[in-house]
């Protein structure tokens, strides 16, 4: 058998340890499946003397990430510690300068340095691969990349964010009002210590800026994705989409259009009998659409040791068998600008509306819609509560300028009382 493949893990905590097992446990079948052994050479963390649960006391030991990437023993650097700059972007820009490859996880580093370290690592003549650094377990970037290579991929979109999925279908099924869930969701652990990169929608967004990277050729470009969260769906809302035949998702959605690049992270309306309308809890579902292959559903776990590892482990055992794939799937010179479109490809939306129980009140609504020229697909009214009604509106394809026109327009309205709500319903 040739020559190992000596691993340098940066990283010990819930996703380095679980690399850390995979290359123990299953040496053998790594090693017929690479046609060489895979080895670990030297480890870092924080940390010397944790109990990690794992033994890693045959590895040497670096304290600093940026020593352990430049080892001569090490010839991939495993990239685990997370974090957009610091240790992690300075020892995986060591490594890709010393002509290691590289393999990460961390979404938040390339999501602001991918295009750079893209370029760094073509320079250097090495690979920079990050599939766990999209949807966990989910081996996304290799559909993308090779099975889809054939096609002009027209749309990808997706739940890429388990905890926020969890936190909308507990709602759900519970009927739990929003900051109840959140707070048992803290409970359990499922959220990052600073929250709002769950339930804000950021970490789903680097996520989605990575995949649209891949989809569509071009240059990552995160600060274009549209970021809305969850913090504002009300129970209320479950339950009339529900009614309504919807469900309400975390959605990222990302499209070449002929007006530029569309990138939304943002809870959207999708139909209740659809793959991703009934996907429940923490699981990550993406969808991807090519001129040939029209759709695929990729569904499984989006986080967690084992998942996120065992994506780690497959991008590792990519380089163990000499194959080498650019990081973005096209040269990093041959990325192209993409132009963020200003506006959304048209869509119906769900509207919201506490009406007040006063004559003629239902016929100004109707007018402000009349006059953007947004027509009504479905309209349902419940009995009065008190004195308002909710109105619940699912329009027909409009234009968000139209839309936002008649959320304007209702906000001057005497008949409302509170601000309508008005959610997105992505075709799917
Ligand atoms: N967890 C998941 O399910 C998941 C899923 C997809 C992607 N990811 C990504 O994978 C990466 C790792 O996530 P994780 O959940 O495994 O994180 P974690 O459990 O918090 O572990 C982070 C590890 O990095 C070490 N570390 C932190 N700063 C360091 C430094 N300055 N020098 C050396 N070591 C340092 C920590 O050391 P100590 O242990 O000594 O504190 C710890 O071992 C992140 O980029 C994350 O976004 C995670």
């Not at 803290?186 to 680097?206: F, K, R």
């Not at 027909?396 to 304007?408: G, Q």
């Not at 906000?411 to 959610?423: I, K, M, N, R």
């Amino acid at each position: 058998m040739s020559t190992p493949l000596r691993l340098g893990i940066a990283g010990l905590g819930t996703v380095g340890t679980g690399v850390v097992k995979i290359v123990r446990q299953k040496a053998n079948l790594l090693a017929e499946r690479a046609g060489r052994p895979i080895t670990i050479t030297a480890v870092s963390a924080r940390t010397r003397d944790k109990d990690r649960g794992v033994n890693i006391n045959s590895y040497a030991w670096e304290d600093d990430p940026v020593a352990l990437a430049t080892r001569d023993d090490v010839d991939i650097f495993v990239e685990l510690m997370g974090g957009s700059d610091g240790p992690a972007k300075a020892a995986t820009e060591a490594a890709l300068k010393a002509g290691k490859d590289v393999v990460t996880a961390n979404k938040a580093m390339l999501a602001h340095h991918g295009q750079a370290l893209a370029q760094l690592a073509e320079d250097a003549g090495a690979v920079l691969r990050f599939e766990a650094a999209v949807a966990g377990g989910i081996p996304v970037v290799k559909a993308l990349t090779e099975g889809l290579a054939g096609n002009d991929v027209t749309r990808v979109m997706g739940v890429m964010n388990g905890t926020c999925n969890y936190i909308l279908t507990r709602m759900q099924s519970a009927g739990l009002p929003y900051d109840e869930v959140f707070e048992e969701a803290n409970q359990l652990g499922y959220l990052e210590a600073d929250p709002t990169l769950d339930v804000g929608g950021i970490d789903a967004g680097h996520k989605l800026s990575l995949l649209a990277a891949v989809a569509f050729g071009c240059q990552v470009d995160f600060p274009s994705v549209e970021l809305q969260g969850i913090e504002r769906i009300t129970i209320e809302d479950i339950h009339h989409a529900a009614d309504m035949g919807y469900r309400i998702k975390l959605l990222g959605v990302a499209q070449l259009t002929g007006r530029g690049l569309e990138q939304r992270m943002s809870p959207c309306l999708v139909p209740e009998n659809s793959p991703l309308g009934q996907l429940e809890g923490g699981t990550n579902m993406v969808v991807l659409e090519g001129d040939q292959v029209e759709q695929i559903v990729l569904r499984g776990p989006g986080a967690g040791e084992g998942p996120t590892a065992s994506a780690v482990m497959g991008d590792v055992m990519d380089i163990a068998r000499n194959f080498r794939v650019t990081t973005f799937g096209v040269p990093a010179a041959a990325l192209t600008q993409s132009k963020p479109a200003k506006t959304a490809t048209p869509a119906p939306y769900y509207l919201r509306l506490a009406l007040d129980d006063k004559p003629g009140a239902l016929a100004k609504l109707a007018t402000v819609l009349g006059d953007a020229g947004v027509s009504i697909d479905r309209m349902r009214q419940y009995r009065h509560d008190d004195s308002t009604a909710p109105i619940l509106i699912v329009t027909h394809k409009t234009t968000r300028d139209a839309l936002e026109a008649v959320l304007k327009d209702m906000s001057g309205l005497d008949v409302l009382a509170s601000p309508p709500v008005a959610l997105r319903i992505e075709s799917v």
